[in-house]
């Protein structure tokens, strides 16, 4: 599979939330936060920077789930990853 143009495969990664003083985040605590944590599969065609593996925090309001081979995947658009790990 490999997604063309500017878009990137990805798999979310689900995280603990812990706060300084270490107390975990509630999912519904979480869920206030405006960016997500994933796992680059496969950047697009004219993706440069982003390489396969990479985390990356995105836009929560990006994107669009697929599945493929019953995995659940979501495609988002380099323009709304804001950090590269």
Known sequence: MIPIGKNILI????????????LLLSQEDAS????HKAQVVKPGTEV??????????YDKAAGHS???KDEAYTII???DVVVVL
Do not use: A, H, M, N
């Open 77 to 79: 658009q380099e323009r």
């Open 66 to 68: 697929l599945f493929i």
């Open 11 to 22: 798999k979310k990664v689900e995280e603990e939330l812990k706060t300084s003083s270490g």
């Open 32 to 35: 206030g936060f405006r960016y």
């Open 48 to 57: 440069e920077i982003i390489k396969p593996d990479d985390f990356i925090y």
